[in-house]
């Protein structure tokens, strides 16, 4: 009995690249490469239309659910790679595959590529779906609006495709090629999803992330680490800054108003942020903001609190509704670990009536009153970095 021997990756978005295209489906191999490096057996091959993996013998089906987490890909069909393209080894492989699928309908889809093999598209559907009906008119019939089987045939240049099992991917662009933000990772629930659509648009991160010993616990680490062992799914190396914040936090306490306290420790943040990109190359920055969900997300408060920095913040979340946010986290596998109830520096020193619509020239006002640039330096150079890898060597940095 035959059986599917290869597994066709299907590009997407990358289709409408251009001259890019190349170069985006070279960072997709590498991607894929990475993905499946455990499955040694496997034979990784690309060409300019898909990517293909001979499977040898290995099961289809985690090999499958781990390229489904790859961004950058379309779908994935489940193929079996006929090398003698002779019409009659078309038909009676596909009568073989057929006999292995469960339905009492059938429709043959065919595309040829190759035009100069001898038979167009509509003859090669007729021969086919003729040969199944002539072996098997008692148990199956045709249907071409809504069968039980889809039995696809690609003709190209090198072999015939035959398969009837196509797989949803990731969708998106392949990690890297949008280049790197630095992006905000509080361990709530909005930052980490935040993180996997970037990812999944195919830019790469790194995180940063503000702690205030001893009013935040050290299980909030643990907590950011876990979820980037998460996203490790996603991108396979992930660097963490964790920025001591104390002292930032207890100055804003000190000069002023409560109500101006979050917006303050906001443009602290994005300062930071800020100049921790531009050290680390990473030309955007990214959040896990979402407009309106918290005083310090109103439109007003973010154009305050966006005026210490011209470098782009992206707000991936920015439109989504809460449950949205919370359906994606559950889908990644982010949300158990979001809600442990370890609290970050900004929820622990959230004051009881926050400013939700903040003036400028108050702010700066209040940032006049106390020293705050050696306090930025200051935690900057006690930066504390954390590499969280899927591989052993977790000290490495290749990003």
């Not at 020193?349 to 209040?366: G, N």
């Amino acid at each position: 009995m035959i059986k599917y021997d290869h597994i066709m990756v299907r590009f997407g978005e990358l289709s409408t690249k251009g001259k890019n295209k190349i170069d985006f489906i070279r960072v997709l191999f590498h991607n894929i490469q990475r993905a499946v490096k455990d499955f040694s057996a496997l034979e990784i091959k690309m060409r300019h239309d898909h990517i293909y993996i001979t499977l040898n013998d290995v099961d289809y089906k985690p090999v499958i659910e781990r390229l489904q987490d790859v961004s950058g890909i379309q779908g994935l069909s489940l193929v079996y790679k006929a090398e003698d393209r002779d019409i009659e080894n078309i038909k009676k492989v596909s009568l073989e595959l057929i006999d292995q699928e469960e339905g009492k309908t059938f429709k043959v889809k065919v595309k040829r590529t190759d035009k100069t093999y001898p038979f167009i598209s509509d003859q090669i559907t007729r021969l086919v779906a003729g040969h199944i009906l002539k072996n098997r008119g008692d148990k199956l019939s045709v249907d071409v609006h809504n069968p039980d089987i889809l039995l696809s045939i690609e003709v190209r240049e090198e072999a015939a495709y035959i398969f009837s099992h196509t797989f949803p991917g990731a969708g998106g662009y392949p990690l890297g090629v949008g280049g790197k933000s630095m992006h905000m990772l509080s361990g709530g629930i909005d930052s980490p999803v935040a993180a996997y659509l970037l990812m999944k648009r195919g830019v790469s991160i790194e995180c940063i992330h503000f702690a205030s010993p001893p009013y935040t616990q050290a299980g909030v680490i643990y907590k950011l680490e876990d979820l980037l062992k998460v996203l490790n799914k996603y991108q396979g190396k992930i660097r963490l800054h964790i920025i001591p914040f104390t002292k930032i936090q207890e100055a804003i306490y000190d000069h002023c108003p409560e109500s101006y306290c979050i917006t303050m420790m906001r443009r602290m943040m994005f300062r930071l942020a800020d100049r921790l990109a531009k050290m680390r190359k990473c030309p955007v920055i990214s959040s896990g903001e979402s407009v309106g969900q918290v005083a310090s997300q109103t439109l007003q408060s973010m154009r305050v609190i966006n005026e210490v920095t011209n470098m782009p913040i992206i707000r991936p979340c920015a439109t989504m509704d809460k449950t949205d946010i919370i359906a994606t986290s559950i889908k990644i596998g982010t949300y158990d670990i979001s809600i442990r109830p370890f609290i970050d520096c900004c929820t622990i020193f959230t004051p009881k009536s926050p400013k939700t619509a903040p003036h400028l020239d108050e702010v700066k006002k209040f940032e006049e009153e106390f020293d705050y640039e050696p306090l930025l330096k200051e935690a900057l150079s006690n930066v504390e970095v954390k590499f969280i890898s899927d591989e052993e060597d977790k000290k490495e940095d290749l990003l």
